[in-house]
Nanobody, 114 residues
Framework: VQLVESGGGLVQPGGSLRLSCAASGFTFSRYRMRWYRQAPGKERELVATISSVGGSTNYADSIKGRFTISRDNAKNTVYLQMNSLKPEDTAVYYC????????WGQGTQVTVSS
């Protein structure tokens, strides 16, 4: 199993970023996928979840209405569109797949600062 995140970077408050997570090594379309984030000195936080076929999504209250999780099962990729970014969104963002155990990507840094 391999999960590779991309799309992070430095953005000003109010800006947008789209994160991608390319998955391989398992049947992607059968599994719910998740995005987590971890800010310095804080615990890893569940941000968003999407069902295996994308029909059901859930979001943390802190990002509801600003972030959108989606997936393309033909490309084995899950996305996180982040709009109206705030400094408190600064964190390393991780993609997660829960098979018989949890699998994680290497993370992608998102920094929101003027």
């Amino acid at each position: 199993v391999q999960l590779v995140e991309s799309g992070g970077g430095l953005v000003q408050p109010g800006g947008s970023l789209r994160l991608s997570c390319a998955a391989s090594g398992f049947t992607f379309s059968r599994y719910r996928m998740r995005w987590y984030r971890q800010a310095p000195g804080k615990e890893r936080e569940l941000v968003a979840t999407i069902s295996s076929v994308g029909g059901s999504t859930n979001y943390a209250d802190s990002i509801k209405g600003r972030f959108t999780i989606s997936r393309d099962n033909a490309k084995n990729t899950v996305y996180l569109q982040m709009n109206s970014l705030k400094p408190e969104d600064t964190a390393v963002y991780y993609c997660n797949a829960r098979l018989s155990e949890d699998y994680w990507g290497q993370g992608t840094q998102v920094t929101v600062s003027s």
